[in-house]
């Protein structure tokens, strides 16, 4: 029996992946948008792929803000994605 693979859909392509093939973002207490690497971090996650294209779609069309239902402190998003190694 094969083993099950979930999969999430980045919120900048809005194409189905693997979720070991994408970074999952939470937001903290201040709003702030932060990397959530160990993926067990509490509260609201989105999806994104690691590709710097996908990255500039979501910030474009607010795809962000959108997921998390409120306003996202788009610096804080940057910041924490140039830091991954794309």
Same mark, same amino acid.
């Given at each position: 029996m094969e083993k099950h693979i979930p999969? !999430?859909? #980045? &919120?900048? #392509?809005?194409? +189905?992946?693997?979720? &070991?093939? %994408?970074? /999952? &973002?939470v937001l903290d207490a201040a709003n702030s948008a932060v990397l959530d690497e160990s993926g067990n971090m509490p509260g609201r996650g989105a999806y994104i792929c690691k +590709?710097?294209? #996908? &990255?500039?779609?979501a910030i474009?069309?607010?795809?962000?803000? /959108?997921?998390f239902r409120r306003e996202v402190k788009i610096d804080s998003i !940057?910041?924490? %994605?140039q830091n991954l190694k794309l």
């Amino acid at each position: 029996m094969e083993k099950h693979i979930p999969y !999430r859909r #980045c &919120i900048g #392509c809005m194409e +189905s992946k693997p979720q &070991i093939e %994408l970074v /999952r &973002i939470v937001l903290d207490a201040a709003n702030s948008a932060v990397l959530d690497e160990s993926g067990n971090m509490p509260g609201r996650g989105a999806y994104i792929c690691k +590709s710097q294209d #996908c &990255i500039e779609k979501a910030i474009k069309k607010r795809a962000f803000s /959108r997921a998390f239902r409120r306003e996202v402190k788009i610096d804080s998003i !940057r910041q924490g %994605l140039q830091n991954l190694k794309l």
